[in-house]
């Protein structure tokens, strides 16, 4: 969710038509391109990454090391990160970001093609890419206002979201086939579509702030984030969204962790555990084109208890089977059934937040919902090496299957009972 304060944009931008395509806008289209460029180089060593701890050193636990050093970095430097871009230069933060990943990247591919790979160095490079992310998330979307004409930010939004869909589709499956061409070359596009990422922002002519008056004297920084948190922890529906999120994004990583385990030690080649994480995207993508349709029609209590159930047992399916497309197939399911999940947690978030809280109280359920996502990565590399990654797949079904009792008995979700245009900010 983002913050409604109304955005500020270029005097010169206001005077163009209001309607015109984003992409006749340089400064969008080249930053988009950047930013595109490098979320497929991102989605590549995802994959990559795993493969590569696996194949060197046959160790499960330092695969999901090194996805839990990515989520513990980004957690690390959220929050700050939000509040650095009202106080410093946006875009100087939006050049730091991607300079420290396109080295840290660099620097694997070295490794690589020098053959010194090793797991402290690859969790290491992990880590400085989540503090990365984490530190120029908040200026990104403040310089997207900037950039965008206030009447295309809906049209900009709804391209961010489509873009991430796609990339997740093809990029894994891109991602596995190019390591099995030549384990650097996933790194190494990361690390050049960095680069291009660079030069997007750096073209940029528009100013992106902050303004004088915007650097005028306010509270402090741990003392507003102190009130969106305690905020949270006093509404019973944003409390239990918050844990509930936290819990079911910390399953979601270890699931990733676990699903390349699986295929890889079945055989499967980098390029089949590639497809298998695409047809699951496809699952996302389709669920996000009826996610809309499917909120409107369902109650949203019972939405969110049918989901949660059947997220369980697709996972307990995922540790039975043995066939890798039978995976991608009920990856597929699970990532559907999240889609509507989103949509309708969102929709009912907007509405309960006042707006002078709606940035600090959404960039804190952010946070909460990231911050143990590394558990999850880290508790699946470990149980697959102690147990195996079958068992350790049924054990996370079992902690799924907990959530989705929970979401019987949550006093927190009666709010769902309630139409959502009946919901007033409390």
Request: hydrophobic share 50%.
């Given at each position: 969710m983002e913050n409604s304060t109304t955005p500020i944009v270029d005097p010169d931008a206001e005077q163009k038509p209001s309607r015109r395509l984003l992409f006749h806008n340089r400064d969008y289209t080249g930053w988009w391109i950047g930013q595109t460029l490098s979320d497929f180089g991102t989605a590549l060593a995802v994959v990559a990454y795993p493969l590569l701890v696996l194949a060197v050193t046959g160790s499960a636990a330092g695969a999901g090391a090194v996805e839990a050093a990515l989520s513990i970095g980004y957690v690390v430097t959220l929050l700050v990160g939000g509040a650095l871009a009202d106080r410093f230069s946006r875009r100087t933060l939006m050049l730091?970001?991607?300079?420290?990943?396109?080295?840290?990247?660099?620097?694997?591919?070295?490794?690589?093609?020098?053959?010194?790979?090793?797991?402290?160095?690859?969790?290491?490079?992990?880590?400085?890419?989540?503090?990365?992310?984490?530190?120029?998330?908040?200026?990104?979307?403040?310089?997207?206002?900037?950039?965008?004409?206030?009447?295309?930010l809906p049209t900009a939004f709804s391209l961010m979201q489509a873009r991430g869909m796609v990339i997740g589709l093809i990029g894994p499956a891109v991602g596995g086939l190019l390591y099995g061409v030549a384990r650097f070359l996933p790194f190494l596009v990361d690390a050049i579509s960095f680069v291009i990422n660079i030069v997007g922002v750096m073209i940029i002519r528009r100013p992106l702030g902050p303004d004088l008056d915007e650097?005028?004297?306010?509270?402090?920084?741990?003392?507003?984030?102190?009130e969106g948190l305690r905020f949270i922890m006093g509404n019973?529906?944003?409390?239990?969204?918050?844990?509930?999120?936290?819990?079911?994004?910390?399953?979601a990583a270890g699931l990733f962790i676990l699903v390349i385990v699986l295929v890889h030690t079945r055989g499967g080649s980098p390029a089949l555990v590639g497809a298998v994480n695409a047809i699951g995207a496809v699952g996302g993508l389709v669920g996000a084109l009826v996610a809309a349709k499917i909120v409107r029609t369902l109650p949203g209590r019972l939405l969110v208890i049918a989901a949660s159930w059947l997220m369980a047992l697709m996972v307990a399916g995922i540790a039975m089977?043995?066939?890798?497309?039978?995976?991608?197939?009920l990856m597929a399911i699970l990532m559907f059934v999240v889609s509507?999940?989103?949509?309708?947690?969102?929709?009912?978030?907007?509405?309960?937040?006042?707006?002078?809280?709606?940035?600090?109280?959404?960039?804190a359920i952010e946070f909460g919902a990231s911050s143990i996502r590394w558990v999850g990565a880290l508790a699946a590399g470990v149980l697959a090496s102690a147990i195996g990654p079958a068992a350790a797949t049924g054990i996370f079904a079992g902690v799924l299957a907990l959530i989705a009792v929970s979401t019987l008995i949550a006093r927190g979700l009666r709010v769902l009972d309630t139409p959502l245009d009946q919901i007033v900010a409390d």
């Open positions: 730091l970001s991607p300079t420290i990943q396109a080295v840290a990247v660099s620097t694997v591919t070295i490794a690589v093609l020098t053959d010194r790979v090793t797991i402290p160095h690859i969790v290491l490079v992990g880590f400085l890419q989540g503090l990365a992310g984490g530190l120029s998330g908040g200026a990104e979307y403040a310089a997207l206002r900037r950039v965008v004409d206030q009447d295309q650097k005028e004297p306010r509270e402090p920084v741990l003392q507003s984030i102190g019973a529906y944003l409390r239990f969204v918050t844990i509930w999120a936290a819990l079911i994004n910390a399953c089977v043995t066939n890798a497309w039978a995976i991608g197939v509507p999940l989103n949509v309708l947690f969102s929709s009912y978030e907007t509405r309960i937040i006042p707006d002078r809280l709606i940035g600090r109280a959404s960039s």
